[in-house]
């Protein structure tokens, strides 16, 4: 069976991880990947659930091994995807979702040329500062900071084959899942997965 790579990117603060959460919780065929990090784990998070939190040297062990379908450093601190993981449950035909920047994405664009990315925008971007403030996540530095990267990071939504805007949350939840259902129903998978229908209905 086919199974699809699908990328969600976006600047810190659109609703990403929230957006993805809903729409597994729905599409309980769709794994998310749990990526590694040296970044400090926060008190509400969960060690195996939102990261493996790993140290900098275990980290750049992980690199010079290869263990990563893609890496990259944002805000001072490393993330990465396991590619064993990655491979293992495309193999087993499970949809998968990586949540990274556009660093990332270029690189798994290299491996699996396939990959179906998705950018999410916010609405504007006294928004988005609205949303990093009122998350109580981040100190003000921390949050001007993003602010200012914001912007870089958005200049790459061109190299993605979706953009959902994110003003109205269950608009934008039902967008996710109307791209993924549109990708399931395109004529690789549909033929693959009806590949006995299409045959007797050719006389095949």
């Known amino acids: 069976m086919d199974a699809t790579l699908f990328i969600v990117s976006a600047p810190s603060g659109a609703g990403k991880t929230s957006l993805v959460k809903s729409l597994v919780e729905v599409h309980s065929d769709l794994v998310v990947s749990v990526s590694h990090t040296t ?13 493996y939190f790993v140290s900098d040297v275990v980290f750049q062990q992980m690199i010079e091994r ?15 995807t396991s590619r064993a993981w990655a491979e293992q449950t495309l193999a087993q035909g499970i949809d998968v979702i990586l949540e990274i920047d556009w660093q990332g994405a270029r690189q798994v664009r290299l491996a699996y040329p396939q990959v179906v990315g998705i950018f999410i925008l916010p609405p504007s ?16 530095q921390e949050i001007d900071r993003r602010m200012r990267e914001a912007q870089s990071e958005i200049e ?12 109205n949350f269950e608009m934008a ?5 109307a791209i993924i259902k549109a990708e399931r129903l395109k004529r690789r998978r549909h033929n693959s997965q009806n590949g006995e229908i299409i045959s007797q209905l050719l006389n095949k």
Not at 39 to 51: A, D, L, Q, W
């Open 125 to 140: 971007l006294q928004v988005l500062k609205m949303r990093l403030e009122t998350r109580g996540l981040d100190e003000v």
């Open 156 to 167: 790459h939504y061109i190299d993605y084959d979706y953009v959902v805007v994110n003003d």
């Open 173 to 177: 939840a039902a967008d996710l899942g």
């Open 39 to 51: 970044r400090p784990k926060r008190v509400t998070e969960i060690e195996g659930s939102n990261y």
């Open 66 to 80: 290869s263990e990563f379908l893609e890496h990259a450093h944002v805000f001072n601190h490393w993330y990465g």
